[in-house]
Each structure stands twice: as C-alpha cells, then as structure tokens.
C-alpha cells in the first residue's frame, strides 16, 4: 500500500488522513476537497459562528500547517469528477489521481427550496458550509423578519440565534411536531416551550406553499394555512442528501448513502467511505447517522482497517444541540423505543426505552444525566425506571449498581 486518496476534505475526509499518520503510514496521502477553506467543524455555523461570537481560525479543525508538516497532500478549491476503478485513479480539474485505497468522505448537501416556489430568491439561505453562513450572515439584523423552514436541530439553532440577535422569528413544520424525526414528543414540546419563551412563533403542522419575492429578492411567504406574512430572510433547514453520486456513477452499491461493511469498506474492496455519506449495519439494520462523532470515529476505525487492523466499527452515537442557554445532549439512538421515562434532575431529562431496555438519553443542560446514560447504554445496562424518574436517586450510584 503506497497511495491512499481522501475524497472530501470535511471532519472524516480530515479524521482519517490524520489517523493514517498517527497510525505509522507512510506512503503517500492525498486530500482532495471542493470547499476554498481548510478542513473546520460545521456545528459552530448554526451555533456561535453565525452569532457572531467565534472567529474563523476557530472553526478550523487543525492549523493549515498541519497538513503540509505531516505530509499530506491537501488540494482545496479541486471536485473530483469520477473514480476509474479499473485504473485505480480518481479524475479532479482533468488530473488522474492514482490510489491503493480511495475513501469517500463526501458529505451531504442541504435540501434546498425548489425553485418553483421562490428557492432561488436572494434572500434564501440553507446552513451548512461556510461560504452559506458568510453570505446569510449580513442578512441577520435586528428588526428584520425571519422565516425558518423546519423543525429539525438546524432549523431550531438558525431560530434561535436570530431571536438572540433581535429578529423576529416564525419558524414552520410541516409535520405534526417539531423534531419528530429525531425525538420523542415530550422533547418536542420541551423545545417549542423554549423557543416561545424567547418569542419565535413555532408553527407545526404548517407548510410553506411558496415565497414571494420584490425585485429577485425574498419579501414573504404564503403558507399552507393561506395566510400570507411579510419576511425579510428565509432560511431552511429541511434535511440533508448524501453525497453519492462518484460513488453510483462508479457503479459502487448505494442504499441510503454509499453502502459500507462494518469494517467501512464498500463494494469494492479497494475503495472505502465514512461519515455522513456512508451507510452502516447497526443492530440488524442499516444506518445512516449525520453526526460529528460518527465522522469521526467511523474515519478512524477506516484508516486503521486500510493499514490492516480488521476491526468492526461499532457506533456509539451522541449529539449535542445549542440553543439560547440550553445545551443538549443526546448519547444512544431511541429508534424503537416505546416508552419515555422523564427525570427532573440538575437539568430535565428523558430517558427512552424498549420494554425495560435503555436506548438512548435526551439531557436538557443535564450533563450528568447524559454522561450517566452514555455510559450505561454503552454498557448495555438498563437502570430501573422508577429510579431514573425520581429526582431524589443520585444518578452516579446507578454506575455502580
Ligand atoms: P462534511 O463535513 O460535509 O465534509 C464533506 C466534504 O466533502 C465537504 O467539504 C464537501 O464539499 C466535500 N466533497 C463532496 N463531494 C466532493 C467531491 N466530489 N470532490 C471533492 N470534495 C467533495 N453534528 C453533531 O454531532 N453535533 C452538532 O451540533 C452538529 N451541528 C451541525 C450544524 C450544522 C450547521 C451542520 C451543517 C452540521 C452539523 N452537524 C452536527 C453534523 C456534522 O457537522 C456532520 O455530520 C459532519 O460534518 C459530517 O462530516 P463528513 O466529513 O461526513 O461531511
């Protein structure tokens, strides 16, 4: 093995190159990235960095140095446009770029408001690389009208940074409750009492019909209920897309995103893929998780299964949300789950179940909860509901029972 190219230079693209190193290989490392700036972290870009409280250096994973001093290739500003796998090259700015391995660390892409009904308004934002929240940001102005498309995580922090900063704030779901994806009703309803509490107007089960627009720029909406509202910004957080399209157009096998084995190799065998664009066995299923630990730890156990290490990547799924004074912390995965068992500790928190199995944990500025919870699900323990529900049980001991 002498050649390894990273495709995508986002938190796995950057995960796994780092760890080819750590881990003693020294062929050659190439990471190719689309994006102008250097491998950074995009939760800030929802988060402190739109609020103007974070400064872009930052927001970068590692120093620029770093690349160049641990000699690895990185070439920004290139898309690689096709794999030729016969010839084991990748095709960027009409440049073969030759690999023993290749890893697909593409992302995703934001879903973004058709046209048809006012997506490519000016005016119109999605959230997720930088160059987005660079040109969003001048449009966050106290006083002005601001329209959130979507309940999810996403759309709750573009809420609420722009409710910090003064805006006045409706934000609509089209579904029955916000979070309904991610999160069982009592977080749902948790939120929206947050978000009321700092006056966003939190519309569920409300669609948007189309935008309408003033000289190609956005100026209202109408919405599904047929009411129609002045807004001066719309930003829409409406879900993410897995970037697959090199790896179907190479004829690699796709299911909800680039279809890995446990160990993060695809179909074929000289061509790996981790993060948001991969798809994994979990449990007897097949996942797809969009998360920052993910990326990482799935980069990781890749560059180690390139060198030979013939580990199975398990996940061991957490998250964390900001909004207003609130963190959340979110350890396991509730798919499945049946019951809620809510805590009233240092923060609230809810503790979802199958039968008397614990899932996963939603810990509402409850850090102790969440790391308690963490550790018993990754444990494969299921402490006793009644003690989780009562303020009084210190949730530490439960670590030791
Ligand atoms: P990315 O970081 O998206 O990197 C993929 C890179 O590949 C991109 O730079 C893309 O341009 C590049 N690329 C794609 N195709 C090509 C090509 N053909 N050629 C060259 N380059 C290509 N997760 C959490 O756990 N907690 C949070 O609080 C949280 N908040 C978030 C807030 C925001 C606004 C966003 C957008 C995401 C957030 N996430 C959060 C999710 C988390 O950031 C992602 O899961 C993570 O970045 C995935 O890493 P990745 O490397 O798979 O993809």
Redesign the pocket.
């Known amino acids: 093995m002498e050649k390894i190219v990273v ?7 950057a995960s796994c190159v780092a760890k080819l190193r750590s881990e003693g290989f020294a062929g050659s490392i190439t990471l ?4 102008h700036a250097p491998p950074y972290q ?2 800030p ?2 988060k402190a960095y739109l609020l103007g409280e974070m400064a872009l250096e930052r927001l970068y994973l590692r120093p620029e140095s770093y690349y160049a001093e641990s000699g690895i290739e990185l070439r920004l500003d ?3 446009q096709a794999i030729d796998r016969r010839d084991r090259v990748v095709i960027a700015g009409g440049q073969a770029v030759p690999y023993d391995a290749l890893v697909l ?4 892409v934001p879903r973004r408001l058709p046209g048809s009904i006012g997506g490519e308004l000016r005016g119109v934002h999605v ?2 690389t930088l160059a987005d929240v660079d040109a969003m940001a001048p449009g966050i102005v106290a006083g002005r009208r601001a329209l959130i498309v979507g309940g999810g995580y ?1 759309g709750l922090e573009a809420a609420a940074v722009c409710a910090k900063r003064g805006l006045d704030v409706t934000l609509i779901e089209a579904a029955d409750r916000i979070l309904m994806r991610v999160a069982c009703p009592e977080t749902s309803a948790w939120f929206r009492a947050l978000h009321a509490r700092h006056g966003v107007r939190v519309l569920e089960g409300v669609g948007l019909t189309c935008l309408t627009g003033v000289d190609g720029k956005v100026a209202g909406a109408i919405l599904s209920d047929n009411t129609e509202h002045p807004y001066d910004i719309v930003i829409a957080g409406i879900g993410i897309t897995p ?1 697959t399209e ?1 790896a179907e157009a190479a004829g690699l096998e796709i299911e909800n995103g680039i279809r890995v084995d446990a160990r993060g190799r695809t179909s074929d065998p000289a061509i790996w893929a981790a ?3 991969a798809s994994l066995p979990f449990r007897g299923r097949r996942i797809r998780l ?4 993910n ?1 990482i730890d799935q980069a990781e156990a890749v560059a180690r299964n390139i060198l030979g290490a013939g580990e199975d990547y398990v996940p061991q799924p957490w ?3 900001d909004q207003y004074d609130v963190k959340l912390q979110i350890a396991g995965l509730n798919t499945g789950y049946d019951n809620i068992v809510m805590r009233d500790g240092d923060g609230r928190s809810h503790w979802y179940y199958e039968g008397d199995t614990l899932l996963a944990v939603d810990a509402m500025n409850d850090p102790r909860a969440y790391m308690v919870g963490k550790r018993l699900i990754e444990a494969g323990r299921s402490p006793d509901k009644a003690a989780i529900a009562d303020p009084a049980t210190d949730l530490k001991a439960l670590l030791r029972g």
């Not at 190719?32 to 994006?35: C, N, P, W």
């Not at 660390?105 to 995703?108: D, P």
């Not at 969009?290 to 630990?293: H, I, L, N, P, W």
């Open positions: 495709v995508g230079a986002g938190q796995a693209g190719l990235g689309e994006e995009r939760p870009l929802s290139t898309t690689v660390a593409t992302g995703s959230v997720r996403i970037c090199l993060g948001d664009c969009e998360s920052v630990q990326a998250f964390w949300s």
